[in-house]
């Protein structure tokens, strides 16, 4: 993305810059690093940077994939960096790299270089990091990233692969009842006009709806596209966002899948930070944000307990963020010790669950829809042919 930076230099005036950045303080630091004194600092915003910026989005699994077989390898992590540093062609990558590497060369750790950019090493990152150098292990460390992000990765990938057959359907229903309607219907009412013979009521509306389309076909198509760029807009806020997540929750059914869901991210990611060495305390502050704010609530009363000394099954429980599955294992994993391998057990539990779901849910609703589609389809044909089949029986 690019930065207007407005600075000074003595004995120069207040100059304009511009700059290539990951953030303000990275463009703030390339200024500096040629002698200004920075003023002001102000994304530049414009098509083209929104497509660039999509285009050079830092791919942080494909950074954790290199760095590990670098290091397996037997590089040394600043060694493994700046080889990923030399061989990246784009621009905004390569600086991110360059930034760690002269983090590292001035003595910092690893975690601390990449704290200092936030807009691309997620806090959940960061600690894995923190906590393999309290440890030593930092390629156990991203080996167990690499395997969390994959495996919350698989659900969303099958939740999407689920939906696009029918927003397919949709979108192909919708366009042969468009073209029905506006340009089929329209020639049929012309042949019944000729004819002159009365018709059926529904008919008669159908005909007229789609003269009205044909007649106002440029506006139609304008409110069409305008009512997909609000609805594009709609949401695209994150006050809207929440407001539809608001009212999946109070579906019994929908709720109860989110729920689960929801809850499968939460004892993945804890189960992650207690396995790197991180306590309970600061897992739980990190994981909050994965919670809807209903949930996030009852997480606060939890940990209030846990840091009260109470136990982590009792705590979940008082606080409805469990299951009768998940309190089993958990009171398992409290009596071994071994705590953050039976949460991962709860998470891969019910992401089968929710797999087995979603392939039950798609079977069911694909057939349903189509069912509702040709109903429609087969409704606006029937209706431009019922004034045909009446005049054919009063011929007999």
């Known amino acids: 993305m690019q930065f207007e930076v407005k600075a000074v230099r003595v004995p120069d005036s207040v100059v304009a810059l511009m700059f290539d950045a990951v953030s303000e303080d990275d463009a703030k630091a390339q200024a500096g690093a040629q002698g200004y004194t920075v003023l002001t600092v102000k994304a530049k915003q414009s098509w083209q940077s929104l497509i660039r910026s999509r285009r050079t989005n830092f791919p942080l699994m494909l950074?954790?994939?290199e760095l590990l077989s670098l290091m397996d390898a037997g590089l040394t992590v600043v060694d493994a960096i700046e080889t990923l540093a030399e061989k990246e062609a784009r621009p905004e990558s390569k600086s991110i790299l360059q930034q760690i590497v002269t983090q590292l060369y001035e003595g910092r750790a690893l975690s601390y270089a990449l704290q200092a950019l936030p807009a691309v090493f997620p806090p959940l990152?960061?600690?894995?990091?923190?906590?393999?150098?309290?440890?030593?292990?930092?390629?156990?460390?991203?080996?167990?990233?690499?395997?969390?992000?994959t495996q919350v990765d698989v659900v969303r990938k099958k939740v999407v692969s689920a939906s696009i057959?029918?927003?397919?359907?949709?979108?192909?229903?919708?366009?042969?009842?468009?073209?029905?309607?506006?340009?089929?219907v329209p020639r049929f009412s012309r042949i019944y006009e000729d004819i002159g013979t009365n018709l059926p009521l529904l008919s008669r509306l159908l005909l007229q709806w789609g003269k009205l389309l044909q007649a106002n076909g440029m506006l139609v198509l304008a409110l069409l596209l305008a009512g997909a760029a609000g609805f594009a807009f709609a949401v695209s806020q994150p006050g809207v966002?929440?407001?539809?997540?608001?009212?999946?929750?109070?579906?019994?059914?929908?709720?109860?899948?989110?729920?689960?869901?929801?809850?499968?991210?939460?004892?993945?990611?804890?189960?992650?930070?207690l396995k790197g060495g991180t306590p309970i305390g600061q897992a739980l502050k990190m994981v909050s944000d994965l919670l809807q704010p209903g949930l996030r609530l009852h997480l606060q009363g939890a940990a209030a307990k846990i840091n009260e000394?109470?136990?982590?099954?009792?705590?979940?429980?008082?606080?409805?963020?469990?299951?009768?599955?998940?309190?089993?294992?958990?009171?398992?994993?409290?009596?071994?010790?071994?705590?953050?391998?039976?949460?991962?057990?709860?998470?891969?539990?019910?992401?089968e669950e929710m797999a087995r779901w979603v392939d039950w849910f798609t079977r069911l609703f694909e057939p349903l829809l189509m069912a509702f589609i040709g109903v429609g389809?087969?409704?606006?044909?029937?209706?431009?042919?019922?004034?045909?089949?009446?005049?054919?029986?009063?011929?007999?």
């Open 165 to 184: 057959y029918p927003v397919l359907l949709i979108c192909a229903g919708s366009l042969v009842t468009m073209f029905l309607m506006a340009y089929v």
């Open 309 to 351: 000394g109470r136990s982590i099954s009792y705590s979940m429980e008082a606080h409805l963020l469990t299951t009768p599955v998940a309190m089993r294992m958990l009171r398992v994993g409290e009596r071994t010790g071994q705590m953050g391998d039976m949460m991962e057990r709860i998470a891969s539990f019910y992401d």
């Open 377 to 396: 389809i087969g409704l606006v044909v029937v209706l431009m042919y019922l004034p045909i089949f009446e005049l054919a029986g009063s011929l007999q």
């Open 125 to 149: 990152y960061v600690s894995t990091v923190r906590a393999s150098e309290r440890t030593g292990d930092l390629s156990e460390a991203l080996n167990r990233y690499i395997v969390y992000q």
């Open 63 to 65: 950074f954790s994939q």
């Open 241 to 273: 966002r929440a407001w539809a997540m608001r009212g999946l929750w109070r579906i019994p059914a929908a709720g109860e899948r989110m729920r689960i869901y929801q809850l499968t991210r939460f004892y993945r990611t804890l189960g992650m930070l």
